[in-house]
């Protein structure tokens, strides 16, 4: 390029032509240059201009034109010269081309005009400041140029200098590496996918020149990796000045090759870049050995070219540069092989110092952050994944497209040449044929290594053939080195130096190896007879090219070596194991430089003949390096990457240096995904996969025969062991359920590189779904994918692609993956064509059950093609299509194949900007396609149709279609369509129309189609803008056709629903209908609107006016239509504004209308009124009505019509005000008219009765009406009224108010007034001692029968002694019980006598009493001549109290029993209080301490004289029984006993059961003994015995000769003992020998001895062995026994079979003779049919049996009923128990013919039987005779229904314990109980464990428990019951226990 001007042009005539570009730069200058330059003109030509009155910018313009006028015309040569000069001083951003020509020709005329004669030079001074230039006027004498002047000048020539010297390197450059390219290098061939950038950070344009790029606007920030277009390179590369420019592809791409191709441009003045420029071309891997810190000019030419002018030289370019940064072009190749990375400063940053050394990162760094060289062009090139590092500095990204089959086929047509065209069109075959080798060779790089494999593969040498060739290739080598090395000696100056094979790596594009391709067909090897076998995997590959790669190195005579064999296997492995030795030292480096992140190797690092053959075969490539000294080196490099990575896995997997931790590091899956924060990486991080193909089988024989070299023993099971690591490796992977896509995606490829079958199906058996998102597929992913999902077998599963970009050949590939029942397909990506290509390979996927292509850019054009395809699935069963743009005419498409697919459950269709003319394609379909079940469209977002699996209408019970149509805009024509289309539709059972804005013409338009509709459910029109008139459209439609129920709701949210009867075959005349209009803001006139509009024939059952405005006149018109509602069940208008003035109108409806039942009517903040209607009678019976007042505020006036009203009701009725509030005198007028109402049943006034006033004047009802049947008032529970017909008796309970003395007054005496009383309940009203008082002196007057309840009131030690002196005072009252100590749950009852007995009993619990006050009560009971029991508990009594309570107990006439419990009572303290009872109190008869409980008897004893107050005791006791039982005394502590013994000579019992005896309580019993002479029965059980105790105790019994009744429980009887009994049984009444043992022998004699015993009454053996000749004696003593009345035989026979049951049946046989039996106990039997059937036989003659216990025994429902017949004649019996047996319903139905004759039956247990439904109703009828019952166990009988067992207690008024837990029993039962207990005053315990009662069956049972106040305990463990609500209920009721203790 020639920037110099031609001599003989004048500066003028530059001038001219240069004008137009003058003006241009001139016109963006500052206006201080222009002025400067403005005063080299005449002032006067600038003056005239000034006086325009134009804009100051125009003004400019005009100036500069002015000025370049007058130099081209008529300013002289050298003032133009010197203008030119100072144009290029003071203007910025002049184009180098421009400025050059100026300068030149300036100068030029400039040397002309300066000699020293001359006069007409002027002398300027230039430089930064203004230029100060006279005016043509003032002209003085030229004078030369001063330095400053001149200094520009010799800048821009060193400049252009350097350019030229840039030039012809580059140009150099470039032939070098050209030389031999298979492929010509165009840019405009070089296709570019063009991206947008993704930027953190708006870089602003620093572009200069002209004004288009200073007004350039900023590209908006996109993200990195958006597809924008695709362009050639040449088009991409226009515009990129001034920009950063970023240019990514893979390894191999050509990027390299490319750059030097752009500087090859750039110095032939073409392409992009300006010539102008400087062109500085960088590599990364170059600028990876500057370690230490440097400057730009450092970087430049030290490093880059140093320029020839030296140092001053290097200044003034760098000086240029400086001042003119954007005239360069910086290239910077190769950034993913930077170690370091490139981080984007922050906005705003200081620039560098040029001339501070820096890390070449920062300098680099600089350039793209314009920090450095702000303007300057920048292009970096690097692989895809590095790119984000760049991400914030690129204003340009491209990526290099891979290249297509075209290219590929035609660059090896290029590499096997045109006289090989056979083999070249063999190679293309083979190369399309092969995954690998295809996907390989869309990389240029690795096109040109799969073409030295094909060339292995392909040619095999004949041995003649083969020399031949060589011979010639050989003669071409010598040629071509002479060649290579006169091009070398034009290039020594080049700053990188190549091998060929360096060149196939960078660029790509391998060039013909003119000493291996360039021959002709004649001089090539012959071809195979066969095709070359491509290996299966990229491992294999790579290992074949290897192979070829080492084939290709020359013998000695310089020739090529072939291996003779076939390119197979064999062959590979041969040549592998000839260079066994290289290929080992090769692998080590590679693995080396893994490590390192190293790619180059110096030669020092290489043995020399390892880097002959790498160089000779171009396994190496090599490269020229310049240190940071300026010195250039030779490196090497493999010819590829990924052949690095490959020899480095080969190294893993065959040498032992590499251990299993070094390879488990480096196995970690790749993803195709990255970030800033991934750690840089020179290499493509596939050894993994390298890896894992190595690991297969196939490649085992070359991995054992090259590692073989190290001498390894075992070598084939060291590899094979190796191999087995990397499968488990990829075995754990295949378990892992966290993997991305990319890296699932990666794994397929690593089990399809181990060929391993068991592992791809591991790999999908936790996958039903494969998941790829946001990943690039190629064929060869779908490949991989295809591998590992066929391995599953015919278990289908499915793919998903979710913005995969992929081509259309990888859908050529996706029918190689079988067994697939899900495709999904979601992206913007997938368009018409994508769906062409699919439709096409669909019927491919004959498994196929679901498809989805959402998210897409499918228009009708693309569904047309979707549908083609599907209609040749068969089993396609979901289509979803949604978020595409599919419009009518594409759902059209779809609608057309849905009859063809049979499978079909649902299409979803969804945002494709379709109207509804579509929606009317779909609905049209459902008259042809009948599995349609559901059309469902919301507005047009969601479109979905789903399909039934059945056509057969016989099993379409409810299986009609549904249409949803819900939230469309809808016009009149619309829906004329919509309701045409409709009514040709089969059943509908629902359709919606919800969501949109009707008017009253197309709510007619609808009502007007209803009828020709075949909806069977309903039409909903919810959220429908509506009127009233839209609403009286609607309601003729109950009329008009079959509609059941109509609903409307206009307020907001709008709902409106029309319901119809479905399949029912009811006439219409018997269909209930239902009509809601609530919240319509309907008027009283409305109301009679609805009505016409509705007619007489509407046959309303449900009539909801709610939420309206109809108030008092709407009620009346509403009541007036009535008599017209002839089906009417229910009527609701509430919230209708209405006023209590309307409880008129309701009483009178009531009374006059039979069917009219219930009117609930609230006033208060929301009112509330409904009626509800039924039939007047029910089986037969009138049914009670009920009129219902709730939370209203109730007048005097008001009270009193409503009544009167009510009385004149002939119906029952029941009347209730509750929540409501009474004003004055209400309460009166209420109980006042009460009477009146004969018809009235019950009065609530619930939450109504706060005050004890009101409650006084209701209670007066009492005495006022006589049919009042109970008064229960309570502010906190239910407060009623029941009237009823000739009540003899009313109950009154009146709790949680507060009397004072003066209402309490006023209570009794209206109790008084009234009639007898059943009970009285005043619990917890704060009741005082006054009060209590008052109640005991008024409790002669008051009839009561049952009770009084004064629990939980204010009760003191004084209310007590008052409440006890009830006992005295009040012949009726017969007991008192007092519980619970003051302000806590406190318990008093008083209860009366029934039955005519005269007992009367006082208890006092847990109750704060002291000395004084026990001695008080003592004399008050003392007083009492009927006094039976006097019981005291846990009330903290001290020893001393008790002994002065006991001192001042005196008898009555008939005795009575006192009991006092205390923890204290044990041991030696039981021993002493003993004593001294006896010692205190000589009436006490009998004394007993049974655990911590004394018990003693007082009777008065005609023989004594009472000695009260005397100081000495009496000589002697009355006492007859002593007993210490189970109370933790020893028997040395019975030594106190002594002298009490002594004074007790009528002592005919002792009891000393259950305590630690030892020797010396034996001892001291036997010493007891002798002192008692009338002693006549002796208890010694104990849980512990010794031999020699009985032994003792039994020599002494001997010797007393009058017991007859003894009990040796639990005792150990030994041979001696058994002995001595023989003498004592025969005079015995009564012999306890339960739980004893004895040995075989002692035991024979004792039972041999029992047949002599002929007085004996009572025999218990309980759980004692018998074998079976002591059962065969026991037998033979009862035919001997005829005295016996108990026999007590229970678990004596326990051993099962034949003979046992015979041994059982001669026990029964044995019984025949007695006839006295009153108790038998057989349990542990195991009875059956034969020993049931002889035990009858017995009970026939045992008419006086008062106990019988058969409990687990094996008797069934026929031996139960014959038992049961055998009982009718036991007529006394008292306690029958048969639980866990076998007993069934025929057994209860026995029970209930029998038991009604057993009238003293008290205790009934039958639990753990089978008692069913049938059989408890049997049983409920057997237990309502039972009037005696006093205990009934009914548990876990396998019966939850046990509602009339729990109902008939009712007849068993003295029941106390009730069990009915283990059944599952529900609220049901719970309900039945508690209507039971109010009746049931005796019971004391029930027992609900384990059942399924809820909250609200406890509810009722605790408000039945308050007329139940006897009660202990209701055990609910293992209910329904949550903690919380148990703990609620708790307190609430105390006796409780939801525990399960």
């Not at 049961?1764 to 004649?1769: F, M, N, V, Y």
């Not at 106040?1909 to 105390?1934: F, I, M, T, Y």
Request: glycine content about 6%; aromatic content about 6%.
């Amino acid at each position: 390029m020639d920037l110099g001007a031609d001599p003989d042009e004048s500066a003028k005539d530059v001038l001219s032509q240069e004008s137009s570009e003058l003006l241009h730069i001139l016109s963006e200058q500052s206006p201080s240059v222009i002025m400067s330059l403005g005063r080299m003109v005449p002032r006067e030509l600038l003056k005239e201009n000034q006086q325009a009155p134009t804009s100051p910018a125009a003004a400019s313009v005009t100036d500069i034109e002015i000025m370049l006028k007058y130099f081209q015309t008529s300013a002289d040569a050298g003032a133009c010269c010197r203008f030119l000069q100072s144009v290029c001083m003071v203007c910025e951003n002049i184009p180098m081309r421009l400025e050059s020509r100026l300068m030149s020709v300036a100068g030029h005329a400039c040397n002309v005009l300066l000699n020293p004669a001359s006069e007409d030079t002027v002398g300027s001074d230039t430089g930064c400041s203004d230029i100060c230039t006279p005016n043509t006027a003032d002209m003085k004498p030229l004078t030369p140029p001063s330095e400053e002047q001149l200094v520009k000048r010799p800048r821009i020539d060193h400049w252009e200098q350097y350019i030229t010297e840039v030039t012809s390197s580059l140009q150099r450059r470039w032939k070098r590496v050209t030389a031999g390219l298979v492929k010509e290098v165009q840019l405009e061939k070089v296709w570019v996918s063009i991206r947008n950038p993704s930027r953190s950070r708006d870089r602003p344009d620093q572009t200069p020149g002209s004004a288009s790029r200073a007004s350039r606007t900023q590209d908006p920030d996109v993200d990195y990796g958006c597809f924008e277009s695709r362009s050639t390179l040449e088009t991409f590369l226009q515009g990129c000045t001034g920009k950063v420019t970023v240019l990514v592809g893979q390894a191999g791409s050509g990027k390299t090759l490319l750059m030097s191709c752009l500087g090859q441009q750039w110095a032939k003045g073409l392409g992009p870049i300006p010539s102008s420029y400087l062109f500085v071309l960088l590599e990364f891997r170059q600028l990876n050995l500057l370690s230490c810190p440097l400057s730009l000019s450092q970087l430049l030419f030290q490093h880059y070219l140093p320029p020839n002018g030296g140092n001053h030289a290097k200044q003034a370019i760098l000086d240029y540069l400086l001042s003119n940064p954007e005239q360069s072009c910086w290239v910077l190749d190769g950034y993913d092989e930077f170690h370091r990375k490139i981080s984007g400063q922050a906005a705003g940053s200081e620039p560098l110092d040029v001339r501070t050394p820096v890390p070449v990162a920062d300098l680099i760094s600089g350039l793209l952050n314009g920090q450095l060289l702000p303007g300057s062009t920048v292009l970096v090139t690097c692989r895809v994944r590095d790119a984000v590092d760049l991400d914030g500095l690129s204003d340009k990204v491209g990526q290099l497209l891979e290249w297509d089959h075209n290219e590929m086929k035609e660059y090896v047509d290029n590499f096997f040449g045109v006289k090989d065209g056979i083999v070249g069109a063999k190679a293309a075959d083979l190369l399309l044929s092969s995954r690998h080798l295809l996907a390989m060779s869309s990389v240029p790089g690795l096109c040109s290594i799969c073409c030295i494999c094909l060339e292995h593969l392909l040619l095999r040498g004949q041995e003649a053939g083969c020399t031949r060739v060589l011979d010639k290739r050989g003669d071409k080598t010598k040629k071509s080195t002479q060649e290579t090395k006169e091009k070398e000696g034009e290039e020594e100056e080049d700053s990188r130096g190549k091998s060929r094979a360096q060149k196939v790596e960078q660029s790509g594009m391998r060039e013909v190896s003119q000493d291996t391709t360039t021959t002709d067909t004649s001089d090539r090897a012959k071809l195979s007879p066969t095709f070359g076998q491509v290996p299966t995997t990229l491992s294999q590959v790579y290992l074949t090219v290897v192979a070829a790669f080492l084939s290709r190195y020359p013998n000695q005579g310089g020739q090529y070596c072939r291996p003779a064999s076939p390119p197979s296997t064999v062959g590979a492995l041969s040549i592998l194991s000839h260079y066994q030795s290289e290929l080992r030292e090769l692998s080590r480096m590679a693995w080396r430089g893994l490590e390192e992140s190293k790619i180059l190797f110096e030669e020092e690092d290489i043995p020399r003949h390892v880097l002959e053959l790498s160089i000779k075969t171009g396994l190496f490539s090599q490269v020229e390096l310049r240190r940071h000294d300026g010195a250039l080196v030779n490196a090497y490099c493999f010819v590829h990457l990924t052949v690095q990575e490959f020899l480095a896995a080969f190294r893993t997997m065959t040498s032992t240096d590499v251990s299993d931790e070094q390879l488990k590091r480096r196995f970690s899956l790749k993803t195709r995904w990255t970030t800033k924060s991934d750690q840089k990486s020179v290499f493509t991080d596939s050894l993994y996969l390298y890896v894992c193909g190595l690991a297969s089988p196939q490649c085992t024989s070359a991995l054992v025969q090259v590692a073989r070299i190290s001498g390894l023993k075992g070598v084939q099971s060291w590899v094979q062991k190796r191999q087995a690591l990397v499968l488990n490796l990829l075995e754990g992977l295949c378990h892992s359920t966290s993997l991305t896509g990319p890296k699932l995606l990666q794994l397929c490829h690593c089990i399809q590189e181990s060929q391993d079958h068991k592992l791809a199906k591991l790999f999908v058996s936790v996958r039903p779904t494969l998941e790829l998102r946001n990943i690039w597929l190629l064929p060869n992913d779908i490949d991989a994918l295809a591998f590992v999902i066929n391995s599953r077998g015919n278990n289908s599963i499915g793919l998903d692609f979710g913005a995969c970009s992929m081509e259309l050949e990888c859908l050529d590939a996706l029918p190689r993956c079988q067994y697939i029942h899900h495709l999904s397909f979601r992206g913007r990506r997938y368009g018409d064509n994508f769906a062409e290509k699919l439709s096409s390979i669909l019927p491919e996927f004959t498994t196929l059950r679901k498809l989805e292509f959402c998210g897409a850019s499918l228009s009708a054009t693309g569904a047309a093609s979707l549908a083609s395809g599907l209609q040749n699935c068969p089993e396609i069963a979901e289509i979803n299509l949604i978020d595409n743009n599919l419009q009518d005419e594409g759902i059209r498409h779809i609608a057309e194949i849905v009859t063809k697919l049979q499978n079909l459950v649902s299409v979803t269709m969804g945002q494709n900007n379709t109207s509804l003319k579509a929606m009317d394609y779909l609905i049209e379909k459902m008259s042809s396609c009948l599995n349609i079940q559901h059309v469902h469209a919301d507005g047009m977002k969601k479109v979905s149709v789903t399909f039934s699996q059945t056509l057969d209408n016989s099993d379409k019970s409810d299986s009609e279609p549904m249409v949803s149509l819900v939230n469309q805009k809808w016009s009149k024509f619309e829906m004329k369509n919509l309701v045409r289309t409709l009514a040709g539709c089969p059943a509908l059972s629902v359709l919606d129309l919800s969501g949109a804005e009707w008017d009253e013409e197309t709510f007619r338009t609808l009502a007007e189609f209803v009828p020709k509709f075949r909806i069977t459910k309903k039409i909903i029109l919810n959220d429908i803008y509506s009127s009233v008139e839209c609403l009286v459209a609607l309601t003729a439609l109950l009329s008009d056709c079959l509609v059941t129920e109509l609903s409307i709701r206009l307020q907001k949210p709008v709902q409106i629903s029309v319901t119809f009867p479905g399949r029912q075959e009811k006439p219409a005349s018997e269909m209930s209908k239902k009509l809601c209009l609530s919240c319509c803001n309907l008027l009283p006139a409305d109301l009679e609107r609805v009505w016409r509009s509705l007619g007489t024939a509407s046959g309303l059952t449900v009539f909801d006016l709610s939420c309206n405005r109809l108030g008092d006149k709407g009620l009346k018109k509403l009541l007036n239509i009535l008599p017209h509602l002839s089906k009417i069940q229910e009527i609701n208008a509430s919230n209708n504004g209405i006023s209590m003035s309307g409880m008129i109108p309701l009483a009178i409806a009531l009374c006059s209308h039979g069917s009219l039942m219930e009117i609930h009517l609230s006033c208060g903040v929301k009112d509330q009124l409904t009626l509800l209607f039924g039939p007047e009678e029910s089986n037969g019976k009138q049914k009670i009505k009920m009129f219902r007042i709730n939370n209203s505020r109730l007048f005097p006036n008001d009270v009193s019509k409503v009544c009167r009203r009510l009385s004149q009701c002939r119906f029952h009725f029941e009347l209730e005000f509750s929540h409501c509030s009474f004003a004055n005198n209400a309460t009166e007028n209420l109980v006042k008219l009460l009477p009146k109402m004969l018809s009235l049943q019950k009065l609530n006034v619930s939450s109504s009765v706060a005050s004890t006033t009101d409650a006084l004047e209701l209670v007066r009802s009492l005495a006022d009406n006589q049919r009042v049947t109970l008064v229960d008032l309570s502010p906190q529970n239910e407060s009623v009224i029941n009237f009823g017909e000739g009540a003899n008796q009313a109950s009154c309970r009146l709790t949680h108010f507060c009397f004072n003395v003066g209402q309490m007054e006023r209570l009794l005496e209206i109790l008084q007034q009234s009639q007898h009383l059943h009970y009285l309940d005043l619990s917890g009203n704060q009741l005082e001692d006054t009060a209590f008082k008052c109640l005991v002196d008024s409790l002669q007057r008051l009839k009561i029968s049952s009770y009084i309840n004064l629990s939980n009131n204010m009760l003191t030690q004084q209310g007590l002694f008052c409440i006890t002196s009830t006992l005295v005072n009040c012949i009726n009252v017969s007991a008192v019980e007092v519980s619970g100590r003051l302000g806590e749950d406190q318990r008093c009852l008083i209860w009366f006598r029934q039955n005519g007995s005269c007992e009367k009993t006082l208890s006092v619990r847990e109750f704060s009493l002291e000395r004084d006050d026990l001695v008080r009560l003592a004399e008050i009971v003392s007083s009492c001549p009927s006094m039976a029991k006097l019981e005291f508990s846990n009330n903290s009594l001290q020893s001393e109290w008790i002994e002065d309570l006991v001192k001042v107990l005196r008898p009555n006439l008939r005795g009575y029993t006192v009991s006092i419990e205390e923890c204290w009572i044990r041991a030696e303290k039981a021993v002493h209080l003993l004593c001294r009872c006896l010692e205190l109190n000589s009436h006490i008869q009998n004394i007993r301490i049974h655990q911590t409980t004394l018990y003693l008897s007082v009777m008065k004893t005609a023989a004594l004289t009472s000695v009260s107050g005397a100081a000495e005791p009496p000589a002697q006791s009355v006492a007859t029984n002593i007993g210490l039982v189970d109370c933790a005394v020893t028997g040395n502590q019975l030594a106190s006993l002594w002298s009490v013994i002594q004074h007790c000579p009528s002592l005919t019992e002792l009891d000393f059961s259950y305590i630690t005896l030892g020797t010396d309580g034996a001892e001291m019993i036997c010493s007891f003994l002798p002192l008692l002479p009338k002693l006549t029965s002796l208890s010694v059980a104990v849980k512990e015995s010794t031999l020699s105790m009985v032994e003792e105790i039994l020599q002494e019994v001997l010797q007393s000769g009058s017991i007859k009744c003894l009990n040796l429980s639990g005792h150990t009887i030994s041979d001696t003992a058994a002995h001595n009994m023989t003498r004592l049984l025969p005079r015995l009444r009564s012999l306890n020998l339960s739980h004893c043992v004895w040995s075989l022998t002692g035991g024979l004699e004792l039972l041999q001895t029992l047949q002599r015993c002929h007085t004996l009454e009572d025999l218990c053996l309980d759980s004692v062995q018998l074998n079976e000749e002591s059962q065969a004696c026991l037998a033979h003593a009862l035919r001997n026994i005829k005295s016996v009345q108990s026999l007590k035989l229970n678990e004596t026979v326990r051993v099962a079979g034949g003979s046992e049951a015979d041994r059982r049946l001669d026990l029964l046989a044995a019984m025949e003779g007695i006839t006295q039996m009153k108790e038998i106990q057989l349990g542990c039997w195991r009875l059956s049919d034969g020993g049931v059937q002889q035990l009858s036989r017995l009970l026939w003659n045992w008419t006086q049996l008062r106990t019988l216990c058969l409990s687990k025994n094996l008797i069934g429902d026929e031996s139960g009923v014959k038992l049961l017949d055998a009982l009718k004649r036991c007529s006394h019996l008292e306690e029958l128990n048969l639980s866990s047996n076998r007993l069934g319903d025929l057994t209860a139905a026995r029970m209930a013919l029998v038991l009604p004759s057993l009238t003293h039956l008290a205790v009934l247990d039958i639990s753990e039987n089978r008692i069913g439904p049938e059989g408890s109703v049997h049983l409920s009828e057997a237990i309502m005779s039972l009037k005696s019952l006093t205990k009934f166990h009914l548990t876990s009988v396998g019966n939850s229904q046990l509602n009339t067992v729990a109902a008939s207690l009712l007849h068993c008024p003295i029941i106390q314990d009730l069990g009915l837990g283990w059944n599952n029993c529900g609220d049901d039962v719970v309900l039945e109980l508690a209507g039971v207990l109010p009746f049931c005053h005796k019971l004391t315990r029930i027992d609900l464990e384990c059942n399924s009662v809820s909250v609200s069956g406890v509810d009722a049972l605790v408000r039945a428990m308050r007329s139940c106040p006897g009660l202990h305990v209701v055990r609910l463990w293992r209910n329904k019951v949550s903690q919380n609500e148990a703990q609620r209920l708790c307190l609430r009721e105390k006796r409780l226990n939801f525990s399960s203790t």
